[in-house]
């Protein structure tokens, strides 16, 4: 990883998780975001879990060896979005104020849940307990 990498970490089998991701810009100055599947990646999800993070919960976001987890991920995306295209400017608008940002996420994470209970998904951090060993 170089220093201008930004990682995303989340659940690519969510659909709104994974739509989000594919769609937000960030600035190219700031660097390049580079999206990382959890389920996929155990070694990242190593150093997730030991900052007691849930990615069950919350997307993380690791910037110059630091995380940024939920809510204070998405908020630090939109500062770092471009504004270009309608996504990017609402996504902006949204999530650029911390407050909003920490109102809105909870419930943007309440109906990822559902989804992925609608859909069947295990959860990530269950996986292990499921007799899954890939984490």
């Known amino acids: 990883m170089t220093n201008k990498q930004i990682l995303l970490i989340y659940d690519k089998e969510c659909p709104a998780c994974h739509f989000y991701c594919q769609i937000v810009r960030i600035r190219q100055s700031v660097g390049e975001l580079v999206l990382i599947d959890a389920r996929d990646n155990p070694e990242v999800m190593v150093e997730v879990n030991a ?54 996420y909870p419930v943007l994470r309440s109906c990822r849940n559902v989804l992925l209970k609608i859909l069947g998904k295990t959860k990530i951090n269950n996986l292990e307990q499921d007799g899954n060993d890939r984490f």
């Open 51 to 104: 900052k007691g993070l849930d990615i069950d919960q919350g997307m993380v976001l690791k910037m110059d060896g630091q995380l940024y987890y939920g809510a204070d991920a998405i908020h630090l995306l939109a500062l770092l979005s471009g504004r270009s295209g309608v996504f990017n400017r609402l996504n902006y608008w949204l999530f650029s104020s911390k407050k909003v940002a920490a109102i809105l």
